[in-house]
């Protein structure tokens, strides 16, 4: 699991893990987690969720590094796929049409009558960041290319 991770992230990890750490002793117990959420005063850096789920672990246990990079993980995976949940919701308010294969697609008349963008000021620049997002020149945005733009973008 931890191999998986960029260095810098692992690095960032390790500085987390060694801050909940408070007597030094390479794992977490309830003490250190508690003292340590506590401190942190409901930081943003640590979701609650990531807390009750630490706690969890340590009710029954210490949590070793593996184990706290392994929660790690799980809660960023759990982000990707609300933010996944998100941009598909979104892109399924446009998408009208359909791709050669079948596929659900935004056409560039779907994306102006969404947006209601039918000879307004923005249409030229619209036109413009759809045809940057339709990677494969169809005319059409499917999810991939829809979310690799708004990844872009943000
Ligand atoms: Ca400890
Ligand atoms: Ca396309």
Redesign the pocket.
């Known amino acids: 699991m931890a191999a998986q991770l960029p260095p810098a992230e692992l690095e960032a990890l390790k500085a987390a893990f060694n801050n909940f750490d408070k007597d030094k002793d390479g794992k977490l117990s309830k003490a250190d987690i508690e003292a340590t959420l506590k401190e942190m005063g409901g930081d943003a850096a640590l979701s609650s969720r990531e807390g009750a789920a630490l706690m969890a672990k340590a009710d029954s246990n210490h949590v070793e590094f593996d184990e706290f990079v392994a929660l790690k993980c799980e809660v960023l995976k759990q982000n990707q796929a609300a933010e996944e949940e998100e941009t598909k919701f979104v892109f399924n308010q446009f998408a009208r049409s359909k791709t050669a294969k079948g596929e659900a697609a935004v056409s560039i008349a779907d994306a102006k009558h969404g947006l209601n963008l039918g000879g307004n000021k923005w249409e030229e620049a619209y036109e413009k960041a759809f045809h940057h997002a ?3 020149k ?1 005319g ?3 999810f991939a ?1 829809f979310k690799r733009y708004l990844d872009e973008v943000q």
Do not use: A
């Open positions: 339709d990677t494969d169809d059409l945005l499917t290319e």
